[in-house]
C-alpha cells in the first residue's frame, strides 16, 4: 500500500465551508508535503511541514502533524470554486544522496467545490 | 518565466515502439524525476538524477530509460518492453535542498494505439 493514503477519497462541499482532508503514512519521515493537481495537469507544491513541526499556515491552507500518529490534515478556509481538484500528501525521506528527500505520494482526495 | 517544459502534452504509440518524452527546465535545479500516474492513483517514482552523467531507477524503472546529458534535460525513453504504459507521466525537478518542495511540469499523456 502507499506510504502516504488520503482521506477521505473524495469530498465535496459548498463554496465557503472549510474543507479538511487527512493523510496517514507509515515509516518516518523529514517532512510532509502537500500538492494540488488541476485535472489533466502537473502538481503544484502548497506547504511543506518539517517532521519537528506541528502545525504551519500559508494564507487559507493550515496543515497539522501529529508525528506520534504518523497523520497529518490539510484545511482550506472558505473554500472557492478555483479550490476544486485533487489534493496529494507526500512524505519526504532521506532515502537520497545529498540530503535530500525521496517522495512518495499519496492516492489523493478528489475535492469538488459547490458554487 | 522560469519552470519545467514538457513535450508533447499527448503522445500515441503503436505497439513494439519506443518514444521519448521530453522534460526541459531552466530552474538551475540540480535533481530531476520522473513519475508516472494511473487513474485514481498516485505518483510512482520511474527515475531520478540527482547530478550530470547520473541518475538512479526509481519503484518502477523496468521498460523505461533515461538519460542526463545536461543539467537542464531529462529525456524518458518507453520502451517497448514496458507492457502497459498508457500513463500520464509527469517530470519534476528540486535544488536538491533539504525540506524543498518539487517543481512539476504539466505532463504528458501517453496512448498505447
Known amino acids: 500500500s502507499q506510504q502516504g493514503e488520503e482521506d477521505p477519497q473524495a469530498l465535496s462541499i459548498q463554496e465557503g465551508e472549510n474543507a479538511t482532508m487527512n493523510c496517514s503514512y507509515k515509516?518516518?519521515?523529514?517532512?510532509l508535503q502537500w500538492y494540488r493537481q488541476n485535472s489533466g495537469r502537473g502538481l503544484v507544491h502548497l506547504i511543506l511541514?518539517?517532521?519537528?513541526?506541528r502545525e504551519k499556515h500559508s494564507g487559507r491552507l493550515r496543515v497539522t502533524l501529529d508525528t506520534s500518529k504518523k497523520s497529518s490534515s490539510l484545511l482550506i478556509t472558505a473554500s472557492r470554486a478555483a479550490d476544486t481538484a485533487s489534493y496529494f500528501c507526500?512524505?519526504?525521506?532521506?532515502?537520497?544522496?545529498?540530503?535530500?528527500?525521496?517522495?512518495?505520494f499519496g492516492t489523493g482526495t478528489r475535492l469538488t467545490i459547490i458554487p | 518565466d522560469g519552470g519545467i517544459t514538457q513535450s508533447p502534452k499527448y503522445l500515441f504509440r503503436k505497439e513494439g515502439q519506443n518514444v521519448t518524452l521530453s522534460c526541459e527546465q531552466n530552474l538551475n535545479h540540480d535533481a530531476m524525476y520522473w513519475y508516472r500516474q494511473d487513474p485514481g492513483q498516485g505518483l510512482r517514482l520511474i527515475y531520478y538524477s540527482q547530478i550530470v552523467n547520473d541518475f538512479q531507477k526509481g519503484d518502477i524503472a523496468e521498460g523505461y530509460s533515461v538519460s542526463r546529458e545536461k543539467k537542464e534535460s531529462f529525456p524518458l525513453t518507453v520502451t517497448s518492453a514496458q507492457k502497459n504504459p498508457t500513463a500520464f507521466y509527469l517530470c519534476a525537478s528540486n535544488p536538491l535542498t533539504a525540506n524543498y518542495g518539487y517543481t512539476f511540469g504539466s505532463g504528458t499523456r501517453l496512448t498505447v494505439v
Open positions: 511541514i518539517r517532521s519537528n513541526e
Open positions: 507526500a512524505t519526504g525521506t532521506s532515502t537520497f544522496n545529498f540530503g535530500n528527500e525521496k517522495l512518495t
Open positions: 515509516t518516518s519521515i523529514n517532512n
